[in-house]
């Protein structure tokens, strides 16, 4: 553990996030808790602990800094959507304790899970919901103010079923993705004026060699989330 306390550390100076050693505790117990519950509810398919923490938690890290950019340090509610283990909600929820987070899977063990670890980590600002994202703002009347997702689905389909719990007034979808996704984009696009791409954001993740970027999107003036 303690290999992966200093990879953590040294992850978060590069990202230039000042985390409390209260913080870091909660990630290395959340990676822990991720490992423990692996073995029976399969959540992710990397297994080794050291991959875990590159490829899941300093992955979700990365987006941290963006959106405290985008959001001012402002209190405000998260969704985020196909969360699987929690990635990166969990790790929102922890770094961010302004933000409420809800985590939403179509899994009732994935969902399960983000409670136990809400529970666990006592985190009174996580929240996990089986539910599928389309019909989440009529079970909630809950309008969200950040619709964020993770490796889940095209640009398309992930507006097309959240748009209707994104706040209506200012409210931003944070999409990390992989290489920049171009074809995705451009299909987007052909879609019609009703999404504005204000900002394809270059991420760096400590220790991975791969290309990372977050797509924001908001909705376009003058259309209705």
Not at 29 to 42: A, E, I, M, P, R
Not at 182 to 202: I, Y
Request: aromatic share 6%; proline share 4%; charged share 20%.
């Amino acid at each position: 553990m303690s290999d992966l306390r200093q990879t953590l550390q040294a992850g978060l100076r590069q990202l230039q996030l000042g985390l409390d050693d209260r913080q870091v505790d909660l990630l290395l117990d959340y990676l822990g808790l991720l490992q423990k519950w692996n073995k029976v509810y399969n959540l992710t398919a990397v297994r080794d602990p050291a991959e875990m923490m590159t490829h899941h938690l300093l992955d979700s890290l990365a987006a941290i800094g963006p959106l405290q950019r985008q959001t001012q340090g402002r209190a405000l509610q998260l969704l985020d959507v196909g969360s699987g283990g929690g990635l990166p909600g969990v790790v929102i929820a922890i770094a961010c304790p302004e933000i409420q987070v809800t985590c939403v899977d179509t899994v009732a063990k994935k969902a399960a899970f983000i409670q136990q670890a809400a529970a666990t980590l006592k985190l009174p600002n996580l929240h996990g919901l089986h539910a599928r994202v389309e019909s989440l703002n009529a079970l909630s009347g809950q309008a969200y103010d950040v619709i964020c997702s993770r490796a889940f689905a095209s640009l398309v389909d992930f507006i097309h079923w959240s748009r209707s719990a994104l706040n209506p007034d200012g409210g931003l979808w944070l999409a990390m993705k992989g290489k920049y996704p171009a074809e995705e984009l451009a299909a987007l696009k052909a879609e019609g004026p009703t999404v504005d791409v204000f900002h394809v954001e270059q991420l760096v993740v400590p220790g991975l060699e791969a290309e990372r970027c977050i797509v924001w999107m908001r909705s376009a003036a003058g259309v209705g989330a």
